[in-house]
């Protein structure tokens, strides 16, 4: 039987304590980042485009500027927990667009990949 693509990728990547995983999930309308500690398969933090504090933010907004804004304030709770390494997981989609002005949202405030 023959695995997909997104399980042969995921089976590459892991997060760690030191090293959390950020994946990142786009739907037609919305954005959402989790970072995720596969240790212990657990959610340390999550921020999408539904998020109280950037729903008034984001009208009259391209999807990208806000993906962008979604990075940032994911980046900004990364700091917070004191997490600056994370592993990238975009999933199936390609790195560009959305995905990737979320990852440079998070890459701004000093995070690494």
Do not use: W
Not at 7 to 15: C, E, L, P, T, V
Not at 26 to 43: E, M, P
Not at 47 to 58: A, G, I, R, V, Y
Request: glycine letters at 6%.
């Amino acid at each position: 039987m023959k695995k997909s693509k997104l399980s042969r990728r995921r089976n590459r990547i892991k997060g760690t304590a030191k090293r959390p995983r950020l994946v990142v999930f786009r739907s037609n309308k919305h954005i959402y980042a989790q970072v995720i500690d596969d240790d212990l398969s657990h959610t340390l933090l999550s921020c999408s485009t539904l998020d109280s504090e950037l729903k008034d933010k984001t009208t009259n907004l391209t999807n990208v500027q806000i993906s962008q804004l979604v990075g940032e304030a994911l980046g900004k709770k990364l700091l917070d927990k004191e997490i600056s390494n994370l592993v990238f997981d975009r999933g199936i989609r390609p790195y560009h667009g959305c995905i990737k002005a979320l990852a440079d949202g998070v890459k701004e405030l000093g995070l690494h990949f």
